[in-house]
Structures are given as structure tokens and as C-alpha cells.
């Protein structure tokens, strides 16, 4: 079993920062990619950003630049940076971590006004 601890999320100005963490405990050992999707209201959830064990990186086309993923293997938590936001960005945003099973946190809440 992996537990998943998400962090980061909050309000911000367009045009400002946040900084989301995700922490994963547990059988970690098995993990390979961790990562983040985000859903808005009425919207289908969507990749923002994973990152491999071994540091290949995948964005959504959304992202343009504006998001960095990265990840400390040895802490099994993965960081993802994102500037430059757009009232767009609005969303819950989900850590999901995967090994032999899927694990999805239960979401952080991230509001840009405008």
C-alpha cells in the first residue's frame, strides 16, 4: 500500500506561482512514475506533468513551458513548479503515483483569479 500526501495548493494571482508537493509512504519501493492530473468542474481530468524514476518527463500541451516537474527519489516526493499561471489553471489538481497499482491522492484545491 502507498499513502500520499499532497501540498502546495492555495490562491493565487494570474501571472503568480505555486508550488505543489506530493509525498508518497509505504511500499515505495515499487513506484516508477509519480506525477499530477488536474479536473475542473465539468471537465475530464487531465495530465499536467509525470516524471519517470529515472527523471523522463511527460507535460500536458496545456503546460507550454510554464510548469517544471521534478523529484527527489531518495524522499519519494515529486515537486511541480508552476509559473506564470492563468485563471485557466483553475482546478483540483491530483497526485498520482504508479507501480504495480495506481494511487491517486485525494487532490489540493488551486484557484488563479484574475
Known amino acids: 500500500q502507498v499513502r500520499i500526501v499532497e501540498s502546495g495548493g492555495g490562491l493565487v494571482q494570474a501571472g503568480g506561482s505555486l508550488r505543489l508537493s506530493c509525498a508518497a509512504s509505504?511500499?515505495?519501493?515499487?513506484?516508477?512514475?509519480m506525477g499530477w492530473y488536474r479536473q475542473a468542474p465539468g471537465n475530464q481530468r487531465e495530465l499536467v506533468a509525470i516524471?519517470?524514476?529515472?527523471?523522463?518527463?511527460n507535460y500536458g500541451d496545456f503546460v507550454k513551458g510554464r510548469f517544471t516537474i521534478s523529484r527527489e527519489n531518495a524522499k519519494n516526493t515529486a515537486y511541480l513548479q508552476m509559473n506564470s499561471l492563468r485563471p485557466e489553471d483553475t482546478a483540483v489538481y491530483f497526485c498520482?503515483?504508479?507501480?504495480?497499482?495506481?494511487?491517486w491522492g485525494q487532490g489540493t484545491q488551486v484557484t488563479v483569479s484574475s
Open positions: 498520482n503515483v504508479v507501480g504495480p497499482r495506481v494511487y
Open positions: 509505504g511500499n515505495t519501493f515499487s513506484i516508477n512514475t
Open positions: 516524471i519517470t524514476r529515472g527523471g523522463f518527463t
